[in-house]
């Protein structure tokens, strides 16, 4: 907001000789707020309020003109006729993105290159073995258990720009697709690999994104903070804090790394996914994250954790910028990902060393492999002997080539670990069932 003074050397005389003070008129131009979209998920009940548009932002309640006797409105004064300038107000807060929103070129330039790299582990603590009696190949298992971790990298520029790279097939997104911050907006735009398109996530959009790959908006509340001690890790001491929302608790660890800032994006990602405002007083500069544990209502867990922590003074800010340069954006779209096979066969074929005995496939089962149909409202990963397999879309169904004829204990979860059956022993090949078949029989069954 633009505050305009009119010319006083006149009237200030005036003001002198007759011992008054009086303050400048203000002039105050609001703009309505922009829609938000429709639809929602089963992760968005309540409707959210429309976001902010991207017009000057208000003032600060108590930077706001006051009122004076007979109405008038401008700067108070003193009774010498000095005006009361108010405090800095600082840097206006993060403007929330709209999934509609084409953004602006990002034409800051960056010349300070120095930053921190983080090497983030997710824990689905699938530790499912094969059961007893099948000839399972653990060595295999074991490396197929690594291959399917979910990992991101996570570069934090000094410049204020987030670029978190999902660099496992675990995903509900391609390997190497991109989610990209700014300091001066809340929210993420979601990078396709090929760095030619883009779309935004609004604020509330995450839990959408990983429970059922859309960007459907929670409603994001303050969250109850409480503070939870030190601790250390990484070589640096650490703070804990404890937030808390309807969704669920998470316990958030962040290093102390004297002179950054860097780790606040990181934060805002973070508490979000528990339905937490991403301006949060737990994110604060100074502090980077290097742990967090997720609880949720009415059960499930998951935790993440900082494997490196590496300061940098090469990263390539230029190539994180929001938007990426050139880049087209489709605010409707995700990034194209045909099927959500998470393994080849060969991978799968190798989870056994041969194949059991008196094995007889149900009237439903496939020929060979695995069919595994999900009637529930998010997207549902399956296991077999704790590794992921494959993902399969609400309401859909996907079909595994592969898995030897064995017996395999198999189980369902969603990827923030809210939604966890146990392990079930099954002999495929089968045809295997998420839910009721008779709540929803257009998802695809094969009869």
Not at 264 to 283: Q, Y
């Amino acid at each position: 907001m633009t505050i305009r003074l009119p010319n006083t050397a006149p009237l200030v005389a005036v003001l002198l000789s007759a011992g008054l003070t009086l303050g400048g008129v203000v002039g105050c131009d609001d703009s309505p707020p922009e829609p938000t979209g429709k639809g929602t998920s089963p992760n968005a009940s309540i409707k959210p309020a429309p976001l902010a548009s991207g017009s000057e932002p208000e003032l600060r309640p108590e930077l706001q003109p006051k009122v004076f006797d007979g109405g008038i409105v401008g700067i108070p004064a003193d009774s010498a006729g000095h005006l009361i300038i108010p405090p800095d107000a600082g840097a206006p807060p993060p403007v929330p993105l709209r999934s509609d929103e084409a953004l602006a070129s990002d034409d800051v330039a960056f010349r300070d290159n120095g930053g921190i790299t983080l090497q983030v582990l997710w824990d689905w603590n699938n530790s499912d073995k094969a059961p007893a009696g099948a000839a399972a190949n653990t060595e295999a298992t074991q490396v197929l258990r690594e291959k399917t971790t979910p990992r991101m990298n996570v570069d934090l520029a000094n410049a204020g720009r987030m670029r978190i790279s999902l660099d496992s097939v675990v995903f509900p997104l391609p390997p190497t697709t991109e989610l990209r911050s700014r300091n001066d907006r809340t929210g993420h735009i979601v990078v396709w690999p090929n760095r030619r398109a883009y779309r935004s996530v609004p604020p509330g959009g995450l839990r959408a994104l990983f429970g059922e790959r859309r960007s459907d908006v929670t409603p994001l509340v303050k969250g109850k903070l409480s503070a939870k001690g030190k601790g250390s890790k990484l070589g640096f001491e650490t703070a804990k804090v404890e937030l808390s929302s309807a969704f669920g608790t998470l316990t958030l660890e962040q290093a102390k790394v004297a002179g950054t800032n860097t780790g606040t994006l990181f934060c805002r990602f973070l508490v979000e996914l528990v339905a937490v405002d991403p301006n949060s007083e737990a994110c604060k500069p100074g502090l980077v994250p290097v742990a967090a544990h997720f609880r949720w209502k009415p059960g499930g867990s998951i935790n993440l954790s900082v494997s490196s922590l590496t300061r940098r003074t090469d990263l390539p800010v230029g190539d994180m910028r929001v938007p990426p340069g050139g880049a087209l954006v489709k605010p409707s779209e995700l990034p194209p990902q045909t099927t959500g096979i998470l393994l080849d066969q060969k991978d799968l074929t190798a989870m056994r060393r041969s194949e059991s005995e008196g094995i007889a496939p149900g009237p439903d089962a496939p020929g060979e492999g695995l069919r595994a149909v999900n009637h529930s409202d998010g997207l549902r990963y399956v296991l077999l002997d704790g590794v992921p397999v494959a993902w399969v879309e609400p309401l859909g169904q996907t079909y595994v080539i592969g898995p030897t004829k064995s017996y395999y204990n198999l189980s369902w979860r969603d990827f923030l670990g809210a939604n966890v059956t146990p392990a079930t022993k099954i002999a495929l090949p089968a045809r295997v069932l998420l839910g009721s078949e008779e709540v929803s029989p257009d998802a695809g069954a094969v009869p």
